[in-house]
Every structure is written in C-alpha cells, then in structure tokens.
Nanobody, 134 residues
Framework: QERLVESGGGLVQAGGSLRLSCAAS????????IGWFRQAPGKEREGLSC????????NYADSVRGRFTISRDNLKNTMYLQMDSLKLEDTAVYFC???????????????????????????WGQGTQVTVSS
C-alpha cells in the first residue's frame, strides 16, 4: 500500500528552523516528482515547493523562496523540507505529496507553477502541524 508519512512538525519561535521529513512506502520516490503544501486555518491549501524526479528542477512559492529548501534522499525513500527564518504566518499544517513522473518525463512541469497546484499529485501525506510563536 502506497503511503507518505510526514514527521518533524512542532512548536518553534519566530526566526527559528524546523526540518520536515516525509517517508514514502509502497513505491519508490526516485520516479516521482515531489512537493510540499500547507494549509493554515481558514485558508486554502497552498503549494510551497516542488522538485522533479531528476532533481534538476526545483521551484518555490514566493512566500517561502529563500527561506525553505526542498530535498530528497532516494536511498532513504524520503523527502525533506528545511524551513529557516520562520515567521508567524508560516503556522499551518504541512503536507507532502508525490506524483509519478520519471526522469524521462522531463523537468518542465516543476519549472513553472504546475506542480504547485493541488490537483497535480497522486499521493498525499496526512499532514504535520507547524506552529510558530512570537
């Protein structure tokens, strides 16, 4: 059974850092584009970052560019989101996602905004809460 399980969320002070992890099981991440999303109370789910299966294409939403870093370790079948310089407005439930897109599919979909949209991923994690305090 295919699953994504996030971990690493928690409470952090503004200006601090957290690293979220997302472990995949039942499938191999090396043929999947990956993404991170978040949803704050009363708001729509927001695409934050994507990485193509080859790792050559990476994109970020303007709200997190320069502060968040997406990465993957295919040997561990795990993706990560390093979050630095956290702000109060980063408080949300964070979700990881994956979609079948082997390197032969190319990197173009992660170079624009396509992979920051909700409907472009097959698998989703259950979410992990990140709370930034003042």
């Amino acid at each position: 059974q295919e699953r994504l399980v996030e971990s690493g969320g928690g409470l952090v002070q503004a200006g601090g850092s957290l690293r979220l992890s997302c472990a995949a099981s039942g499938f191999s991440l090396n043929n999947y584009a990956i993404g991170w999303f978040r949803q704050a109370p009363g708001k729509e789910r927001e695409g934050l970052s994507c990485m193509s299966s080859s790792g050559r294409a990476i994109n970020y939403a303007d709200s997190v560019r320069g502060r968040f870093t997406i990465s993957r370790d295919n040997l561990k079948n795990t993706m990560y989101l390093q979050m630095d310089s956290l702000k109060l407005e980063d408080t949300a439930v964070y979700f990881c996602a994956a979609d079948y897109a082997p390197p032969s599919f190319g990197d173009a979909l992660c170079e624009g905004d396509y992979r920051l949209r909700l409907g472009t991923y097959e698998y989703w994690g259950q979410g992990t809460q990140v709370t930034v305090s003042s």
